[in-house]
């Protein structure tokens, strides 16, 4: 049975509206031209003072470009710093920009969630799309010239993402923005890169220096179970095995090795490419950084001295 046109909107309905009416204004159509083409996307304002975050592979190589907010205002802006191992960049707006969105803490979403994502696929300002979480803790692979690095804690749903979504937000039922529209994996399946600590301090890092330096180890590895009769010895059930160690890394020099099971680093339990990977930003380059690993059924120490990713690329 359709309701009369005077009667309340349903209780989901109501949400969504009031986080796209929340939104909309705070979300920015962006475009941005390289190599005599020309590229879009969406961005979200997020402070006071004209800076907005996007997507890396949005701005691309491009240095500027325009954004456009829904109540007509366009205005040009420059880029201040795009990170691709993240696929997040910062913009800012050289005119006047709407007041800011408010950043969210993806750490808080569960599955099955209720989130509402606000971006202008094709080009058409201010869609929206409603769904929710379907699942947390997904990686999306990033690459920088011959770097890599998994892009965590990614989030998955099902609300519709098309092209031009990408920089938009994601949002919870608050209106807070949880993620940053990244990706289209498939019908029903889009991806979003999590609004959390990590992403806060890229986004800091971003806005201060323009880039985001990372410490190298040198390590290639693969999660994998400690065998049941050390499990006592090293109090963990998982480790990272190491698959490849890059010759001449800091890794190498550590006398780290191919099939070592590497324990903890900075003493911390290591279980997953993430746990190292957490650790590998600007405070660790140069710095000593304890490694335990099992090699042959002992427990190793060693000390390993990560270098600047650039220095490697």
């Known amino acids: 049975m359709i309701p009369e046109p005077h009667e309340p909107l349903d209780a989901y309905s109501q949400v969504v509206s009031a986080v796209a009416g929340e939104l909309t204004p705070r979300v920015a159509a962006v475009r941005v031209r390289q190599g005599g083409r020309e590229g879009s996307g969406s961005a979200v304002a997020f402070t006071a003072d004209g800076f907005l975050l996007t997507n890396a592979h949005v701005v691309g190589s491009a240095r500027d470009g325009t954004v456009a907010f829904a109540d007509g205002t366009e205005t040009s802006f420059s880029v201040v710093g795009a990170d691709p191992l993240s696929d997040l960049a910062v913009i800012r707006a050289d005119g006047d920009t709407p007041p800011p969105a408010t950043l969210g803490d993806s750490d808080e979403l569960v599955v099955g969630q209720l989130v509402v994502a606000v971006g202008n696929p094709f080009g058409l300002a201010g869609s929206v799309t409603a769904g929710v979480v379907s699942a947390l803790g997904r990686s999306l692979p990033a690459r920088s010239g011959a770097a890599t690095r998994l892009i965590e804690d990614v989030i998955q749903t099902d609300a519709a ?129 304890q490694i335990t690993v099992l090699r042959n059924g002992a427990m190793v120490d060693v000390i390993a001295e990560p270098v600047e990713l650039t220095e490697v690329r």
Do not use: Y
């Open 161 to 289: 993402l098309n092209p031009g979504n990408s920089g938009g937000a994601l949002a919870d039922s608050r209106g807070r923005v949880v993620g940053v529209n990244t990706a289209v994996a498939g019908v029903g399946l889009g991806l979003a890169v999590p609004i959390n600590g990590t992403t806060r301090r890229i986004i800091g890092a971003l806005m201060r220096d323009g880039r985001v330096r990372r410490a190298f180890l040198g390590l290639v590895s693969v999660p994998v179970p400690v065998p049941a009769s050390l499990r006592h010895k090293t109090g963990q059930s998982q480790a990272l095995g190491v698959a490849e160690v890059v010759p001449g890394s800091p890794a190498a020099r550590a006398g780290l090795r191919r099939g070592d099971l590497v324990l903890t680093a900075a003493g911390r339990p290591v279980k997953v490419a993430q746990g190292l990977q957490r650790l590998m930003f600007e405070e660790a380059i140069g710095k000593p950084l």
